[in-house]
């Protein structure tokens, strides 16, 4: 069990959770995660610790509502318990100083690249961010993500804020101007990542992404989360969850985070009547 | 009660075992043994001739005292036949469900040679049975607190009879468990319908009644390394029983299809995370109406007897070897043709074939014959040149087998490991690291239960004396 301090919304469908994990807070390097269970009947679902603080003993959590088990825990308070977390996961991000790292973030995937992106930093590396949403309203960690880049970019899909486009479309203006480019740190949505690195390859840039497939152990007992890599299958909970964007199968990856839709829906389905039942008026999770 | 003259009934056939009728079980996750009455126990106890040089013991992995404890059944000395069962095996509930015994105690049954051997298996969960559920309480009995420390990694037999072993010497004991619920294989693989989960429960209880403390939810190698153990965190020995928890897959074409899994993904999903019990439960699990296993062990068994519980029209076996040198319990195997199973023999998958979406529409198998006996004796499987054929599946689980867990071996680079990073332990359970021993699967690759915990048993006996000479 494990006490939730606080959780706030930071952007629409973007919940923010500080849990008590003095271990967790100690053991963790940059890249990895955990794997998370709300209620005892949860599922065990991977999120990167996106921010720690070991002095205090905590971890915290950013994440999306995009189903049953991610929108059932933005509904927990402050002062209860989760069920477990497991963690740290997956190996840590080989931090060096390359020169200039493009770190660049789509949606909540600016949650995992945060803690990356800081140590980068630290390491010496100059910092040129670009973070990506659908509208204005849909950014997250834009002051933190800020505070350690050299550069910074934002661009959105509806041109509410920054440059009205892709962050593939700034990375391509960041390459015509002529800059020397060591590394490109991309994580976002799998669709974003597979575009990111189609670009850099055209122009031999090392790029590296961090795969968000669908996991059930995490600790490499089961395979769910295998992916394509250079034609190789890897585990993205031991193997990665970081690889070489050039390298990864990105549409086997896509087709494989759709495996479960149907049932997602289902689920998703079952918990909206719930909650109605719950909250007559209706609750702002019903649609 | 007073010993009375045992008259062995040899010749009397071996007393069946109440089970659930086929047409019911293959659709729910009850047990499908239900176990003898004290009547139907004591009535095959007495097919045991008492033999005065028993060769069934030799065939036990443990060396239990089996005429010792047939006859405590006969003689209706009920709780004697479980005291004499724990002296040996600490989870005799476990093994009296599981153990290979036609490969073990009842191959080697004297009886064997003219009649059916003596049922020492289901006697053995009798008892284990009716003690549990006759509401006693065990009476452990543990020497003083020696103040010495031991941590055991993983929870599955090894570890949990490691545990106890060390707890009745004195020691405290200290499980990390990388799962968020205790005891390996015995809960995430093996299905309800054979192992009811409830039975590993009252284990791990009796162990925290002991005073051993399970932490789950503890990956040693992420949370903490062995020298950490040893170094930081004040123990002075550690066991690593980490199993063989690594899926194989084929490397054939199509293994990353949507409707491909492993068999431990689909028995997780199941057993663990209790998809069964989808959407209550919230880990999903697909299931098509055509399902094929690959492979013949239990694990195969287990996957596609799981998947006719979930609701599949069709299930198939596909195994490249035949019927001889399938690898699964004899009782498994009729179980499973009871239930409907369709054994496609002599056939080895070349390909998964998918549809445009990504998912699985067929598997692509070439026939096999047989050859000359392989390294482990088994007739090599040779395929049929031109016999090609495409089977369509929607479901395809591999069962091929699993490789130890690598994470020890990745973060302490100075415990010895051969070939398939299997730890490298001596006859006494020692590893080539200073107080780190090692049993279970993690040194034999993936074996039987019963050979675990002999395993935990032995390296606890040589941990103990470790810990009091402080010698190596
Ligand atoms: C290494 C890693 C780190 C991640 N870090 C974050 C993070 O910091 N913040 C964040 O918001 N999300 C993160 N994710 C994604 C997050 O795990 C999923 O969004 C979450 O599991 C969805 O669960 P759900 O029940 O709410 O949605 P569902 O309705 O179950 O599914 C919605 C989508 O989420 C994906 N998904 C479903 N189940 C799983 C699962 N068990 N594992 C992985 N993906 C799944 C599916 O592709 C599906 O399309 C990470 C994923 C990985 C693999
Ligand atoms: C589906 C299936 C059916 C089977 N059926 C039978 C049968 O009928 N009869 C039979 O005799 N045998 C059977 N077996 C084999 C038997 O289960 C194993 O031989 C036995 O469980 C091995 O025990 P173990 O203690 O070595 O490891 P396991 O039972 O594998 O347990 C190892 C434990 O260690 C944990 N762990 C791993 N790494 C770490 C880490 N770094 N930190 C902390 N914890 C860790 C794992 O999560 C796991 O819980 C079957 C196996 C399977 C998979
Ligand atoms: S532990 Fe297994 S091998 Fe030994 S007597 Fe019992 S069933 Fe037979
Ligand atoms: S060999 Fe068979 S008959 Fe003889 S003691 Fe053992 S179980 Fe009884
Ligand atoms: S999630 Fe099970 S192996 Fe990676």
Redesign the interface.
Known sequence: MYLIKEIKEIAPKIKKMVIDAPLLAKKHKAGQFVMVINTEKGERIPLTIADKNPEKGEITLIFQEVGKSTIEMGLRKAGEHLFDIVGPLGKPTHIENYGTVVCIGGGVGTAPLYPIAKKMKEEGNYIITILGARNKDLFILEKEMEDISDEFYQTTDDGTKGRHGLVTDELQNLIDSGKKIDLVLAIGPAIMMKFVSLLTKKYNLPTMVSLNSIMVDGTGMCGACRVSVGGVTKFVCVDGPEFDGHQVDFDELMKRQAMYKDLEEKALKKLLEELKEKEPCGGHHAR | MPDKKWIPQPKKPRTPIPEQKPEERRRNFKEVALGYTPELAIEEAYRCLQCKTPTCIDGCPVGIDIPGFIRDIGEGRFEDAYYTLKKYNSLPAVCGRVCPQEDQCEEVCILGKKFKPVAIGRLERFAADWFMESGKTEDFKLEPPTGKKVAIIGSGPSGLTCAGELAKKGHKVVIFE???KPGGVLVYGIPEFRLPKKIVEIEVENLRKMGVEIK????IG??FTIDELLEEEGFDAVFIGTGA???Y?MGIKG??L??V??A??FL??VNL??AY????????V?IGKKVAVIGGGNTAMDAIRTALRLGAEEAYIVYRRSEAELPAREEEIHHAKEEGVIFQLLTNPVEILGDE??WVRALKCVKMKLGEPDDSGRRRPIPIEGSEFEFPVDTVILAIGQGP???IQETQPDIEVKKWGIIKIDESGKTSKKGVFAGGDIVTGGATVILAMGQGKKAAQTIDKYLQSGEW
């Open positions: 990388a799962l968020h789950t939810s503890a990956i992420k949370l928890g690594l899926p897959f293994e990353n949507n409707g899994y492993s431990n993904e997780t999903r995370m209790k019990m989808f959407p209550e439960a919230d880990t999903p697909k979406n990504g867990n690598p994470l």
